[in-house]
């Protein structure tokens, strides 16, 4: 991963999106919260899903990567 410093100046948040590949599972879609200016956040990777109906959905566990 590469975020330009210029790039974290100018953002005032920034959140990564990924398609984790887990063994035997397929893959999982997951999102990591890399800043989030005036904010604490934990900076894990947590599984998500986006439902039509419901949006994005922030699951509880956590992605051990």
């Known amino acids: 991963e590469y975020i330009s410093d210029a790039m974290g100046f100018e953002a005032d948040s920034i959140i990564l999106l ?3 590949k887990r063994k035997g ?3 999982k879609r997951a ?5 989030m200016r005036g904010t ?3 900076g894990k990777v947590w ?3 986006i439902s039509a109906k ?3 959905i922030v699951e ?5 990567v």
Do not use: C, Q, T
């Not at 999102?31 to 800043?35: D, G, I, Q």
């Not at 509880?60 to 051990?64: E, F, G, M, S, T």
């Open 25 to 27: 599972l397929g893959r």
């Open 47 to 49: 599984f998500m899903e």
């Open 31 to 35: 999102l990591e919260v890399l800043k």
């Open 40 to 42: 604490l956040h934990s």
């Open 54 to 56: 419901k949006g994005v």
């Open 60 to 64: 509880k566990r956590v992605a051990d």
């Open 18 to 20: 990924y398609y984790i």
